[in-house]
Structures are given as structure tokens and as C-alpha cells.
């Protein structure tokens, strides 16, 4: 240390400052510095992503259920999102990767919290957290968590206008959530995701999804094969032109409850791009009070 310290003042003496990186006491000052820097960027850019959301709290089966709420201010029956994370994910993360709450502020968005939970392709400890999409378990706490937080805000939405999206497990979430709760909605939006297991239970709805041409995890051919049979569900036709513009390339199926399909060249993740195109989805759709539950 002695040693270091006397390169300093030497460095300092002769003004070289290329002696001062290889001085020990700088670089234990700098990697300090970088250190506290990085924590104060990421709390810096963990506030800006949270601002104006209300972190709410549920009792559901013994276990505390958190979301990040975002109330538009002057809005009535405004129209209501639900986003869950992938797997390992947090409602942070989800806020500001989906952006819903930035990019149609008219709406009210809920960014859900998952519990841990094992994953069907990774963690099958489940030590991280995530949702249980099996739609045949008659114990869904996750499903039970969604019922508790929509009962919670459906008198304050428009119930023609109720949405949900997700991506990887969070996408299958959301394909559950159109398998038996499928009334209750005016279009889904899962991302890098499939679930065959909600096929037999689904009634039309329009769908949009996301997929990676290059995806490791879920396999983009598995994905097309669940595109396929939404496209049957559905009733949907030929395809058509959806959007051309920057990494997505959209294409529409049309009938009453088309499908679109946003595809990059990509592997698994959710695109910047995406959002703004998923709400022009979402404006797009909306249900009759009739057939709501």
C-alpha cells in the first residue's frame, strides 16, 4: 500500500496520468466509483420505470400476491392490461420491457408478480419466479391470483376492452389465461410462447403473437404449429400484409377474430419494437358488454 501510494504522489508530482491507472489505490477508488455509479443508475432508471405506478398487494391462498398498477389520472373505464414476465422475471422487468403504461397511457395496466416456481424448459427446482400454465390443475394459484386482482378493478374498467400479454412463460400464461378465461377478453398477446394444453378449451379470440425465427429455447417450429391451429380456431383466411416497417414482420389472417403474427429474425426475447404494434392491436378489438361474464 505504501508502495502505491508514493506512485500516486509521483504520478501527481510529474503529471503523467497514465502512470495514475496502474496506481493500486486508483483503481480500488475507481472500481468503487463504477460500482456505487451502476447502483445509482439502475435505482435511477428503477424509479423513472415505476413512476406513477402503485405497488398492490392480494391475499390469495396464503400467499401475498404483488403487481405494479398504473391508473391513467383523468380517464374513465379506461381500457385494462395485464403483462406477466417470462420466467426468472420480475413486474419491474416487465415494465420496462413491454412499456405498456408508456405507450397508450389511457389505459390501465397491471404488470403481476410471479411466485417461484419450476419451469417446464429451465429451473425445474423453481427457485425462480414464474406461472403455473397448466390449465388442468385444479389448484392454480396463479389463476386464482389473476381472478383476485380482475374482481379487484373490473367495476373500474371497460369491460369491453380487457387484454392480456406475456412472454415465454409469461406468454403461456397468457394463452392459458384465453383457454378458460377467455370471455372475459378482447384479444391476447403472448410472446415467444405456446400452450397446447389450453387448445381443446379455447373458443375465438383475436391473437396476436410473437415469435423468434432463431429461438433456442422454444422452438420457432413448435411456435408455428401453435400459430396453425390459432389460425383454425379462429376461422382466419389467407394471409396479408399486417406491418413491414423496421425488425417485425406482420402478417394478418383475417376473419371476425384474426390472428397476426409479429416475426424477427431474433431468438428469444421480446422486441423493442413490439409494444407500440401490440397496443395497435389491442385499439383495434374490443368485445360487446354481452358476452361479457
Known amino acids: 500500500m505504501r508502495g502505491g501510494l508514493c506512485a500516486c504522489l509521483k504520478t501527481l508530482e510529474n503529471k503523467k496520468p497514465v502512470l495514475m491507472l496502474s496506481c493500486p489505490i486508483f483503481q480500488g477508488v475507481r472500481r468503487l466509483f463504477n460500482m456505487k455509479t451502476k447502483w445509482i443508475v439502475f435505482c435511477l432508471v428503477s424509479a423513472a420505470c415505476c413512476s406513477g405506478a402503485e405497488l398492490r398487494t392480494w391475499e390469495v391462498g396464503g400467499d401475498t400476491r404483488e403487481a405494479l398498477v398504473y391508473l391513467p389520472e383523468k380517464a374513465e373505464n379506461p381500457p385494462l392490461v395485464f403483462v406477466f414476465h417470462g420466467h426468472g422475471g420480475t413486474m419491474r422487468n416487465a415494465a420496462r420491457s413491454f412499456r405498456i403504461h408508456e405507450v397508450w397511457p389511457e389505459a390501465a395496466v397491471v404488470y403481476m408478480q410471479g411466485l417461484p416456481t419450476p419451469g417446464q424448459l429451465t429451473d425445474p427446482e423453481g427457485k425462480r419466479s414464474g406461472w403455473n ?19 379487484s378493478l373490473k367495476d373500474q374498467m371497460d369491460p369491453d376492452r380487457v387484454y392480456c400479454t406475456g412472454h415465454s412463460n409469461g406468454g403461456s400464461f397468457t394463452y392459458l389465461l384465453w383457454g ?12 415467444g410462447a405456446l400452450n397446447v394444453k389450453v387448445l381443446g378449451k379455447t373458443a375465438p379470440l383475436p391473437v396476436l403473437h410473437i415469435a423468434g425465427r432463431t429461438d433456442p429455447l422454444v422452438k420457432f417450429s413448435w411456435q408455428e404449429r401453435m400459430m396453425t391451429r390459432v389460425r383454425r380456431i379462429n376461422g382466419c383466411g389467407g394471409g396479408e400484409d399486417w406491418h413491414s416497417s423496421g425488425e417485425l414482420a406482420g402478417t394478418v389472417y383475417p376473419s371476425e377474430n384474426p390472428l397476426v403474427t409479429l416475426i424477427h429474425s431474433g431468438g428469444h426475447r421480446f422486441p423493442p419494437e413490439a409494444p407500440e404494434l401490440m397496443v395497435r392491436f389491442f385499439k383495434e378489438h374490443s368485445r360487446a358488454v354481452s358476452q361479457q361474464p
Do not use: H, T
Not at 378458460?180 to 410472446?191: D, N, T
Open 133 to 151: 400454465a397448466d390449465p388442468d390443475d385444479a389448484a392454480n394459484r396463479d389463476l386464482k391470483f389473476f381472478d383476485a386482482v380482475y374482481e
Open 180 to 191: 378458460v378465461r377467455g370471455e372475459w377478453f378482447a384479444a391476447a398477446a403472448p410472446s
